[in-house]
């Protein structure tokens, strides 16, 4: 007998996809860490194939879980927009959303044209700033939604992702460990600039920052033109640049989290949108990667 595939399971299913982590994937659709492993047990029950590897310490997605997630991401977003469109069939006015500059560059473009096609009425602005900033405009009611970068022990809002950092420098940089090292960063108060520092202070690597911006066309130009580093996450490197990781005198980096956050949970608008985000902005993040790997 044909089994359908269920909604609350693809949820929890693209969770654990996502954070390949059954706590992180269980807080991020409020549920326990049992719930959802029965949630992934009844998934591939129906599937008839396992979606994921997993021991004590780690969690893989197995080639089926990969090509159901292409499925899954479809299905959430076709039945999420037919809700909205039926519950606000006039949806209209204007939403702001805040996003850091590389994610509102090259991520939010692609959830844009999602939100434009099922919703032509709303007018939507962007602003870029970064993320202490953004959630002191969130609280000030002057943004409905931001997407927030954290730390991964200091996370809050609603999880879309955790990302890698990386070392990242011009095709031609050359690393001398003897020289002092000269960074290209974010602003003080982001999180991924923090990171960093705080990476480099366990070393024995003299340092120095020689230029900071929250443009990533700045960070980017002054990377290219220079003997410099710069830290960014995986998803947000132009193809101009390359990792370079694993260098000497430059230490390894801890991911961070990529959450999303509302001014006004129960605005109608502003809900159908979040909702929207947060089905589409894993694939758009993908597509952004993979454009820029093709291009």
């Known amino acids: 007998m044909r089994r359908d595939l269920e909604i609350d399971l693809l949820r929890s299913f693209l969770a654990v996809a996502a954070h390949l982590n059954f706590t992180r994937a269980a807080e991020s659709v409020s549920r326990t860490q049992s719930a959802v492993s029965l949630q992934i047990k009844r998934l591939e029950e129906i599937v008839g194939k396992p979606l994921f590897d997993r021991t004590r310490q780690s969690v893989s997605i197995t080639p089926t879980g990969e090509a159901l997630k292409v499925y899954a991401n479809r299905i959430l977003l076709a039945n999420d927009a037919a809700l909205s469109q039926i519950r606000h069939p006039e949806a209209e006015g204007r939403i702001r959303i805040g996003a850091p500059d590389d994610y509102a560059t090259l991520v939010l473009p692609k959830i844009l044209s999602v939100i434009e096609a ?3 009425r709303l007018q939507i602005e962007v602003v870029c700033e970064n993320t202490p900033d953004l959630l002191r405009m969130l609280d000030s009611r002057d943004l409905d939604i931001a997407i927030a970068v954290h730390a991964p022990d200091a996370v809050s809002g609603q999880i879309l992702c955790y990302e890698p950092l990386h070392w990242v420098a011009s095709p031609g940089y050359i690393n ?6 000269s960074l290209v960063l974010w602003p ?3 999180i991924s600039r923090h990171i960093a520092l705080e990476s480099l202070r366990q070393t024995d690597r003299k340092w120095r920052v020689a230029y900071s911006t929250r443009s990533i066309g700045l960070i980017e130009s002054a ?11 995986a998803s947000c490197i132009p193809d101009s640049l390359r990792i370079v990781d694993g260098q000497v005198g430059l230490p390894p980096l801890t991911e961070v989290a990529i959450s999303l956050h509302r001014s006004n949970e129960e605005a109608p608008n502003v809900s159908h949108v979040s909702a929207t985000i947060h089905a589409v902005f894993g694939e758009s993040l993908r597509s952004a990667m993979r454009d820029r790997l093709t291009g």
């Open 188 to 190: 003080a108060n982001c």
């Open 118 to 120: 099922e919703h032509p």
């Open 176 to 181: 001398d460990p003897d020289d002092d090292l």
């Open 223 to 233: 990377l290219l033109s220079g003997s410099a580093v710069g830290v960014m996450e």
